[in-house]
C-alpha cells in the first residue's frame, strides 16, 4: 500500500475517506485536524494564558500533552501545565502516575498530583469495597471532574485539555441522547462559555479516533500506559462502545456524523440550560461550585459514610 500523497509505503490507511498515508503524512494529518480544534475551542485574545493538562499517563492524555506542547510551545503569552488525578487505585494508577511524570519532565512541563484521598477522605478502591451496588464511574466522574476543575483553578488555569478522542466523544453524545438528558448534552465540552468557578474544559483530540491517536502515540515515541482500569468492565459506556464501533463498521464515517450532529444541534437549545457567566452557589460542605444547596460529591460522601456505619 502506498501513501496517496507522496508514494512512499503507506503507514494507515483512512478508511473514512479512502485514503492511504505514510508516516510523515500521517503524523501532519493528525496534527492539521488537532490544530484546527484549538483555534476553535481556545481565545488566544489574552495577554498571558495558562492551559492544564489532565494526564493519566494513557495513550490519549499523553498525546493530548504531547501535541500540545508541540504545538504551542513558541507561543510566549501561553504556559502549559500538567496534574494528575490519583483516584487510588491499586495497581493500576501508580503506572499510569509514572508514565504522566516521565513524559511531563521530558517536555519540561510542570506536573502535579492531587489524589481522593487527601481531598474526600477515601481511594476509589475504599469506596467500591463499601459500596458494592454502584458502579464505580457514578462514584468516580463527579470527583474526578470535582479535582480536575479544583486543580485548574489552584493553578490560575484558563483551559483544562482533556484527552478525550472521537471514540469516546461519540459515545458520550449518544449516552446523553439514550438517557434523555439534554442539560447534560448541552454542557459537553468543549466549552466556548464561562461560569464563575469552573474552569472551561478543551477537548483537543475529539475529532481523531482512537486507533489514530494509539499509531501517532507510537510514530511519535511517547512512552504511555496501555493498562486499563479494573473497574472497566462496570461501565455503562461498554454498550455504546459496542453500538458505535458496530455502526462504524457498516457506515465508515459515522463517528464523525455523530460528532457533526451534535454540532449542529447544541447551539440551538445551549441557551435553554446554560446562562453565560452564572453565578453559582458554593456548596456549604466543601465550597465547589454547586447549583444547589450541597453539592454531587458531597452529597455521594454522605451516602457513602452511612453504607460504611451500617456495615
Known amino acids: 500500500m502506498e501513501c496517496s500523497i507522496c508514494g512512499a509505503s503507506a503507514v494507515y490507511e483512512v478508511k473514512y475517506n479512502g485514503s492511504a498515508l505514510c508516516k510523515k503524512h500521517f503524523l501532519e494529518y493528525v496534527e492539521k485536524r488537532v490544530k484546527r480544534e484549538i483555534r476553535n475551542q481556545v481565545d488566544f485574545n489574552k495577554k498571558n494564558m495558562k492551559i492544564s493538562v489532565a494526564i493519566s499517563g494513557g495513550?490519549?492524555?499523553?498525546?493530548?500533552?504531547?501535541?500540545?506542547?508541540?504545538?504551542?510551545?513558541?507561543?510566549?503569552?501561553?504556559?502549559?501545565?500538567?496534574?494528575?488525578?490519583?483516584?487510588?487505585?491499586?495497581g493500576y494508577r501508580s503506572t499510569g502516575l509514572e508514565k504522566a511524570k516521565k513524559l511531563c519532565k521530558n517536555l519540561g512541563i510542570p506536573h502535579g498530583v492531587i489524589s481522593y484521598k487527601e481531598n474526600f477522605g477515601y481511594t476509589l478502591d475504599e469506596i467500591m469495597k463499601i459500596d458494592k451496588k454502584?458502579?464505580?464511574?457514578?462514584?468516580?466522574?463527579?470527583?474526578?471532574?470535582?479535582?480536575?476543575?479544583?486543580?485548574s483553578e489552584y493553578?490560575?488555569?484558563?483551559?483544562?485539555?482533556?484527552?478525550i478522542n472521537l471514540d469516546d466523544y461519540a459515545q458520550s453524545i449518544l449516552m446523553n441522547v439514550a438517557k434523555g438528558d439534554v442539560a447534560r448534552y448541552a454542557r459537553m465540552a468543549p466549552h466556548t462559555y464561562t461560569r464563575e468557578g469552573l474552569v472551561p474544559r478543551i477537548l483537543p483530540l475529539r475529532k481523531i479516533?482512537?486507533?489514530?491517536?494509539?499509531?501517532?502515540?507510537?510514530?511519535?515515541?511517547?512512552?504511555?500506559?496501555?493498562?486499563?482500569?479494573?473497574?472497566?468492565?462496570?461501565?455503562?459506556?461498554?454498550?455504546?462502545?459496542e453500538i458505535v464501533e458496530k455502526l462504524e463498521k457498516e457506515t465508515p464515517g459515522t463517528k464523525f456524523a455523530i460528532v457533526k450532529f451534535f454540532d449542529e444541534t447544541r447551539p440551538a437549545i445551549k441557551d435553554n440550560y446554560i446562562k453565560e457567566n452564572t453565578v453559582l452557589n458554593k456548596c456549604r460542605i466543601c465550597g465547589a461550585p454547586t447549583p444547589g444547596d450541597i453539592c454531587e460529591v458531597c452529597n455521594d460522601l454522605e451516602q457513602i459514610r452511612k453504607i460504611e456505619k451500617e456495615l
Not at 506542547?69 to 490519583?86: G, M, Y
Not at 454502584?134 to 486543580?151: E, F, V, Y
Open 59 to 90: 495513550k490519549d492524555s499523553s498525546a493530548t500533552l504531547f501535541l500540545l506542547h508541540k504545538i504551542l510551545s513558541e507561543r510566549r503569552n501561553l504556559e502549559l501545565t500538567a496534574f494528575t488525578v490519583d483516584e487510588g487505585i491499586e
Open 134 to 151: 454502584t458502579i464505580s464511574c457514578s462514584h468516580c466522574g463527579p470527583m474526578r471532574r470535582q479535582l480536575m476543575n479544583k486543580i
Open 155 to 163: 493553578t490560575g488555569s484558563d483551559y483544562v485539555a482533556l484527552g
Open 209 to 241: 479516533p482512537e486507533k489514530e491517536v494509539v499509531l501517532y502515540a507510537i510514530l511519535s515515541g511517547i512512552d504511555f500506559d496501555s493498562s486499563w482500569c479494573p473497574y472497566y468492565s462496570m461501565a455503562q459506556r461498554n454498550s455504546f462502545r
